[in-house]
């Protein structure tokens, strides 16, 4: 059957689930907390303005998705910005593309990675686009063509972009994906010369996206935006008092100002 999206609710839906984050070396580390994340159809963003009257659409409510905070950053077509880099990339034309990311809660949001998943024209996920951010408020994109007939999506990038200040430049990714349907699992291991060092993982379930479960879920989560950038800098001094050092390279770019 190959990695298929569940098309049940078009215009989106909500996941709901925990974030899981471990480090086992030079000091053990681990970490989890609950999130929720909107998965929306890039090609029809306009429907969940219409239809919907807590989120909308680069604009401010209770909930918003700006295009503006994604890709090429400059409130472009997303749709377009993704379909050129896998074109680009040899994946051939997108039938549908679905993006995986915090929306705005109040004006608000902070996305360590989006996620972008192309389908071709029979419904199976051919390229994957990973949009990582830090709290410098750089990004960078890594991305890999996904086999159609695969049952799961496992593929391996090379790190190139600082995203913590306790890790170096050194080592590799290795992602393992099983697409949005009923649940959506988003694993992500960060390894050096040495083996694994940190993984993390988004496990959640589909729930629907509608006015009242937005407002629940707010209810629940209110400043879950803000959390995710205080708990960055939580986690790192845990991760200082613990007697993790940050890597020399950071410390260098921190006292020339910048972050690569």
């Not at 200040?165 to 994906?177: E, I, L």
């Not at 939580?234 to 007697?243: D, I, N, Q, R, S």
């Not at 940050?246 to 260098?252: F, I, S």
Request: no cysteine.
């Amino acid at each position: 059957m190959g990695s298929r999206i569940s098309q049940d609710g078009a215009a989106g839906a909500i996941y709901v689930g925990e974030v899981v984050h471990k480090r086992v070396r030079p000091r053990q580390h681990k970490l989890r907390y609950r999130v929720f994340s909107l998965l929306v159809d890039l090609d029809h963003l306009d429907a969940l303005d219409e239809n919907l009257r807590v989120l909308s659409l680069n604009r401010f409510n209770l909930v918003s998705l700006v295009t503006r905070d994604f890709g090429p950053r400059d409130g472009s077509s997303l749709a377009e910005f993704v379909r050129a880099r896998a074109q680009a990339a040899g994946a051939g034309h997108l039938a549908r593309i679905h993006m995986l990311a915090y929306p705005r809660l109040l004006g608000f949001a902070f996305n360590p990675i989006t996620v972008y998943y192309g389908e071709n024209a029979d419904g199976a996920v051919r390229f994957m686009l990973y949009e990582v951010r830090n709290t410098f408020g750089e990004h960078h994109f890594y991305e890999a063509l996904v086999d159609a007939d695969a049952s799961e999506i496992s593929h391996e990038n090379a790190k190139a972009f600082y995203v913590s200040p306790f890790n170096s430049m050194a080592g590799t990714y290795r992602f393992a994906v099983r697409p949005p349907a009923e649940r959506l699992f988003l694993g992500i291991t960060l390894s050096d010369d040495e083996g694994g060092l940190v993984t993390t993982y988004f496990d959640a379930e589909r729930q629907p996206l509608t006015d009242s479960k937005l407002l629940k879920l707010l209810l629940a989560y209110p400043l879950m935006t803000i959390k995710v950038v205080v708990g960055i800098h939580w986690e790192a001094l845990l991760l200082w008092l613990k007697g993790v050092p940050p890597t020399l390279g950071l410390r260098r770019q921190l006292k020339n100002g910048r972050q690569v």
